[in-house]
């Protein structure tokens, strides 16, 4: 790490990164200014959106210059980064880059890139997104920082675990591998010791890369403050019990991207005060996501990031609102897990039980809870093609819920790549759904 490296990285998150936040605000001004409004059966943002967009961009600006300055850490969605807080890395995650791309429809230049390069169709379109990034050397992001150490656990799926030894293997840095058993029915004592003993181990690897040394007290703040992010996001979640909503599942799938990328840091505690604050005023103020709110929907599986406008816009035209999602719902889950007096053993719970390394009974048991909670009318099934973990099954939890006398349907779609998605088709099966209620 270089001292003038390390002054780019300050000067580049303290000044550089707010100078462009209020460049690209004023032309935001100008072009709203200039701009006829448009009709919508949708209700406008919550007013923290413009908050996010300004958090979002400061982070990405700075990492351009992470590298170098400061130890940088490529990770899964489901990784415990509170053990590399501690230790000062900037944390870039290929999957939320995939989501970027999948939204801003840039993604199919990387797939087909990586897919020209020998990668499979098959493969998780996250994982040919960013093989394709490394492929042309392009994002759009600007740039993204090489990495000195890539972390992945289990936890989420197992193609992880060979996309990041590829990426090991192209970028020639080490890899810390956690792998958190499969939890069926209640957590296994004897997994959760495998489990915390690998975290032990990461901190011990992560610090020798970081050539600092692991401070167990800042350790425990990290994990707190992660405790406590979950909760505020939960706390948020939960405003969409009113009726109506105050803002839809699409929006939480957008802003959830402090849970996930900063974790275990004051920014993100801080950003989700402010959150929680607007929704409550919305709801106070009668403020909706969806302008009719008529019947209000959950949904299952990742988001299909380039279509969300479509979709959204579509159910809130027949007064279908999306309140609730099972994946905004996975980063609140681990708050209880991590709020515990020994912070290695919670983390332990807290990685081993995320929605996708527990067994079908526990998804149903989450879904039933989650359709009563937020009294929802039907659940939309995204049988994604990339993220198979989290599709399989699906036919027979909706066969369930049709015994409950839930109306289900499931879309045949995936996360990023819109090549397997048929608009029109789409579309019908959607409109026909809605027709049933």
């Known amino acids: 790490m270089t001292i003038f490296r390390r002054a780019q990285f300050e000067l580049a998150y303290r000044v550089a990164g707010p100078s462009l936040i209020q460049a690209q605000r004023a032309s935001s001004w100008w072009r709203r200014r200039n701009r006829a409004p448009r009709e919508s059966p949708l209700g406008k943002p919550p007013?923290?959106?413009?908050?996010?967009?300004?958090?979002?961009?400061?982070?990405?600006?700075?990492?351009?210059?992470?590298?170098?300055?400061?130890?940088?850490?490529?990770?899964?969605?489901?990784?415990?980064?509170?053990?590399?807080?501690?230790?000062?890395?900037?944390?870039?995650?290929?999957?939320?880059?995939?989501?970027?791309?999948?939204?801003?429809?840039?993604?199919?230049?990387?797939?087909?890139?990586?897919?020209?390069?020998?990668?499979?169709?098959?493969?998780?379109?996250?994982?040919?997104?960013?093989?394709?990034?490394?492929?042309?050397?392009?994002?759009?992001?600007?740039?993204?920082?090489?990495?000195?150490l890539l972390v992945t656990c289990t936890n989420i799926c197992q193609t992880v675990l060979y996309w990041y030894r590829e990426l090991a293997r192209r970028l020639d840095v080490p890899l810390v591998v956690v792998d958190t058993p499969q939890v069926y029915g209640e957590t296994d004592p004897d997994h959760l010791a495998y489990v915390e003993s690998q975290l032990r181990d990461l901190a011990q690897v992560a610090a020798r890369v970081a050539s600092k040394v692991f401070d167990e007290d800042l350790f425990t703040e990290a994990v707190l403050d992660a405790a406590e992010g979950c909760r505020l996001w939960g706390d948020c979640l939960a405003t969409n019990r009113n009726r109506p909503a105050p803002w839809t599942a699409f929006d939480g799938f957008i802003h959830m991207i402090p849970i996930v990328t900063m974790r275990g840091t004051k920014q993100c505690l801080d950003y989700y005060r402010v959150l929680l604050k607007d929704l409550e005023q919305r709801n106070a103020a009668g403020i909706a996501g969806v302008k009719e709110e008529r019947h209000r929907l959950l949904w299952d599986n990742l988001p299909m990031w380039f279509e969300m406008r479509g979709l959204s816009t579509l159910l809130a035209e027949q007064g279908f609102a999306m309140v609730a999602a099972t994946y905004t719902n996975a980063w609140a889950e681990t708050a209880t897990a991590l709020s515990t007096d020994d912070p290695w053993a919670g983390m332990a719970e807290a990685y081993s039980t995320v929605i996708l390394n527990r067994d079908l009974r526990h998804r149903l048991k989450l879904i039933r809870g989650m359709i009563e909670q937020y009294e929802c009318d039907g659940v939309i099934f995204h049988s994604d093609r990339s993220c198979k973990p989290y599709s399989v099954g699906q036919l027979e939890l909706r066969d369930r819920l049709a015994a409950d006398g839930i109306r289900a349907l499931v879309l045949d779609a995936d996360h990023a790549d819109p090549r397997a998605y048929s608009r029109g088709q789409g579309e019908t099966r959607l409109r026909a759904f809605m027709e049933g209620f």
């Open 47 to 148: 007013a923290t959106t413009r908050l996010l967009k300004e958090v979002s961009m400061r982070h990405y600006f700075a990492g351009r210059y992470a590298d170098g300055a400061v130890p940088v850490a490529w990770v899964t969605s489901g990784a415990p980064i509170e053990v590399l807080r501690p230790l000062g890395y900037y944390l870039v995650y290929p999957e939320n880059h995939g989501a970027i791309c999948g939204a801003g429809h840039t993604s199919p230049e990387y797939i087909e890139a990586a897919e020209e390069a020998s990668y499979s169709q098959d493969l998780c379109s996250y994982a040919r997104i960013d093989f394709g990034s490394l492929i042309t050397g392009t994002t759009p992001l600007g740039r993204i920082p090489r990495p000195d």
